[in-house]
């Protein structure tokens, strides 16, 4: 399958810093790139739809000037947390999608390794 | 809003099979995952239904009733490695992902 790939793995930041995470499809492009957050035992939160040549769409509830999205390849999103607190303390896991081949609604998403990011 | 629920925690025995089950109510649907997530690592991709019946694939099998809304992971003769959080996951109509909260499966002994 395609291969997505998270920098760094691991973070420890202190409070007020900006962290970027970055999220690179390896082995084939990707117009569609998709951020999560996931805090222990609970599932994936959807934070925002990165498009690339566009404006990343938030869901309800996410900041959008806290959590800055940038696609600016076909192949490279990042993520930027913005004067991280220790609230932000998280796993953050990125997955891109395969664009369908033609009469194909197939909606597969790869996932990165996930960045798990600490703020003291 | 979206709405999948599926169980927090399941245990089984080794060699033995576990039924996981999910219901949905979405905004749309364009196909439901299985993912399987080991604590600390990222989803990987077990199943995909987007037509009513069952899809096997070796030991795990995955059932879809669009009408019920419902769905269920099999896993058949378990294993010790298939101790995870197994997510139930609906791709909606704009191709993103509602993902359940997870069904912790502890394989015991």
């Known amino acids: 399958g395609a291969v997505v790939s998270q920098h760094p793995s691991r973070v420890i930041c202190k409070s007020g810093t900006s962290v970027k995470i970055e999220c690179r499809s390896l082995?084939?492009?990707?117009?569609?790139m998709f951020w999560y957050r996931q805090f222990p035992k609970q599932s994936l939160m959807l934070m925002a739809t990165?498009?690339?040549?566009?404006?990343?769409?938030?869901e309800q509830g996410v900041e959008k000037d806290k959590f800055l999205i940038n696609h600016a390849s076909l192949t490279l999103s990042t993520l930027t947390v913005t004067s991280a607190h220790p609230e932000d303390s998280s796993f953050y896991i990125c997955?891109?999608?395969?664009?369908?081949?033609?009469?194909?609604?197939?909606?597969?998403?790869?996932f990165g390794p996930g960045t798990r990011l600490t703020v003291l | 809003g979206q709405n999948i629920d599926q169980p927090t925690e399941m245990t089984a025995t080794e060699g033995a099979i576990v039924q996981i089950n999910c219901t949905y109510q979405?905004?749309?649907?364009?196909?439901l995952f299985w993912y399987q997530q080991h604590a600390g690592e990222a989803p990987t991709f077990l199943s995909y239904?987007?037509?009513?019946g069952l899809e096997e694939k070796g030991r795990f099998s995955s059932f879809l009733s669009r009408s019920k809304g419902y769905s269920y992971l099999l896993l058949k003769e378990l294993q010790m490695k298939d101790s995870a959080s197994y997510l139930c996951?609906?791709?909606?109509?704009?191709?993103?992902?509602?993902f359940g909260a997870g069904t912790t499966v502890t394989v015991r002994a």
């Open positions: 997955s891109a999608r395969v664009v369908p081949a033609v009469g194909d609604s197939y909606n597969e998403q790869f």
């Open positions: 082995d084939f492009q990707a117009t569609t």
């Open positions: 990165s498009n690339e040549g566009s404006k990343a769409t938030y």
């Open positions: 979405t905004s749309g649907f364009n196909g």
């Open positions: 239904n987007v037509l009513d």
């Open positions: 996951a609906v791709s909606v109509n704009d191709y993103k992902l509602s």
